[in-house]
């Protein structure tokens, strides 16, 4: 299910909903860390499949390392995509 997001902040809101369900925490929010959320490698396995099912964005392992919230990878892809 791809649905194109072009504003950044639906493109968070979307990242940050992938967190809460991989992680199975409702408390994150846009700024929450994966790793300081008690993201596993399965996790960050989990979650570069669900960016491409809903974004249509193909991310690598090593983008969830050095953009570990939400936010910070929306504004990666953005960079990415300009």
């Known amino acids: 299910m791809k649905t194109e997001y072009q504003n950044v ?5 979307a990242l940050t909903e ?3 369900e991989v992680l199975g925490k409702e408390d ?4 929450s860390d994966l790793l300081d959320s008690g993201g596993t490698s399965l996790h960050l396995l989990q979650i570069v499949g669900k ?3 809903v974004l249509g ?5 090593r983008d ?3 953009h570990a919230s939400p936010q910070s990878l929306s504004a990666f892809i953005d960079n990415s995509q300009a």
Not at 9 to 13: G, I, K, L, P, V
Not at 28 to 31: N, S, V, Y
């Open 9 to 13: 902040s639906d493109r968070t809101a």
């Open 18 to 20: 992938i967190w809460r």
């Open 28 to 31: 994150l929010d846009e700024t």
């Open 51 to 53: 960016v491409y099912d």
């Open 57 to 61: 964005v193909d991310v690598r392992l």
């Open 64 to 66: 969830l390392f050095t």
